[in-house]
């Protein structure tokens, strides 16, 4: 069987992880935790950047950081992880969900005008496989109407758009590092804050609602209880695994491109034909591929190509349930405007095997099998 994903794993990691160990130094924002914080503040201009426990905690900071009062409203697309939207309702939103562009499956900019109210508060741009959503729009809406912008950038680590990083548009970015991302910890994440004025309530609710951050820095004589909080600092053992993995992030990004390159130019002649539909990345996107995906006639002959290529080795995938027909989604939110494209696109795609290493056998193998089945 030709998995789906494998973790990525480069080599180092044992190496970094008995490094942490042997410092006597394994709870939360120690030596690799900082050394992570700043390599990513740095490869990607961002003002800051704190490690988190998952991608999940990263966007709970995010919205929480928001400062929402019951009955304010969040956009977000329907087409996303439940992650997203549980992250903004915890922290008291009601969700107003937005259709998709068929061609990024991303929120569709020229939709979310129409669905602002006055309590709108903020606009989710979820940078759906790494490929951006239309930035420029959408941070010019959300000037024009007072409203924040939180980027949902867990599958979007070394993505750019028009040469900024994602994450580091809107006010605050969220990456995720779970095994089935481009860069990985086991669990984990980091919020990317953007507007230093979140910098201390940042710091003070990731520490359980103390100062203890500015106290380390000298900044306070001792550290008390300030707000409310929570503990989203991740372990030192799962930073060193991480930290092994930046420390190489060129070489997995170039291994992933790779695959999905040829993964492109192997399928053209199938979209040619009118068979399948393949992704587009728009002017100006760089993307890390995150995931390989094409799309099919319909759910019918998706459902028939998983099952041909399971039956030949190769594990392909769907995707998301939309959020707004899920029983969360009915409770916590309603749909904005017409669902032409959310259903059924998401109805449509499948995901190939995409992971750092996939070797060229494998690639050759899956491709073969979408070929056959589309060919028989
Ligand atoms: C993976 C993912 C998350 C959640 O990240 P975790 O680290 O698994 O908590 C959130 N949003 C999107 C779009 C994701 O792909």
């Known amino acids: 069987m030709i998995p789906f994903n494998i973790p990525p794993c ?41 490690l988190t426990t998952s991608g999940t905690t990263a966007l709970d900071m995010a919205f929480l950081l928001c400062d929402l009062q019951p009955g304010d409203e969040v956009i977000l697309p329907s087409f996303t992880f439940s992650s997203t939207a549980t992250a903004a309702v ?3 939103a009601k969700l107003v969900f937005v259709d998709i562009r068929p061609d990024t499956m991303n929120i569709d900019e020229t939709k979310i005008e129409a669905a602002i109210t006055d309590r709108t508060r903020v606009i989710v741009a979820m940078h759906y496989a790494g490929v951006a959503c239309e930035m420029d ?13 939180v980027e949902d950038a867990a599958q979007g680590v070394m993505s750019t ?43 003070i609710l990731r520490e359980k609602g103390t100062n203890r951050a500015k106290f380390f820095r000298g900044q306070v004589d001792k ?3 300030v707000d409310f909080g929570d503990s989203y600092l991740p372990s030192e053992l799962n930073a060193s695994y991480l930290w092994a993995q930046l ?30 539909e393949l992704p587009t990345i728009p002017e100006g996107c760089a993307h890390n591929a995150h995931m390989f995906y094409l799309k099919c006639k319909n759910l019918e002959e998706r459902t ?50 995409m992971y750092y290493g996939l070797t060229e056998e494998d690639r050759v193998a899956a ?6 089945f589309f060919n028989q």
């Open 137 to 149: 729009t959408i941070m010019d809406i959300a000037r024009r109407h007072g409203l924040k912008v």
């Open 161 to 203: 758009y028009k040469g900024r990083a994602l994450g580091t548009i809107g006010d605050l970015g969220c990456y995720s590092f779970h095994e089935t991302k481009n860069y990985s910890m086991g669990e984990g994440g980091a919020l990317v804050i953007n507007d230093p004025a979140y910098n201390e309530r940042a710091e």
């Open 223 to 225: 550290y008390t209880w």
């Open 90 to 92: 915890l922290a008291g």
């Open 10 to 50: 480069v080599g180092t990691e044992m190496h970094y992880i008995q490094q942490a160990i042997a410092s006597h130094k394994i709870c939360g924002d120690g030596q690799f935790t900082k050394q992570c914080n700043a390599w990513m503040e740095e490869r990607f201009s961002a003002q800051k950047v704190l």
């Open 247 to 276: 420390e190489k992030a060129d070489e997995i990004n170039n291994d992933r491109l790779a695959t999905w390159n040829a993964y492109r130019a192997a399928f053209q002649p199938l979209a040619d034909a009118g068979k399948v």
């Open 304 to 353: 028939a190509l998983i099952a041909y290529l399971k039956e030949h080795g190769v594990l392909a995938v769907f995707h998301y349930v939309p959020l707004h027909s899920a029983p969360a989604g009915l409770k916590f939110g309603r749909f904005d405007g017409e669902d032409v494209y959310t259903t059924k696109e998401s109805d449509r795609l499948v995901r190939l095997p």
């Open 367 to 372: 491709i073969k099998w979408v070929m056959n």
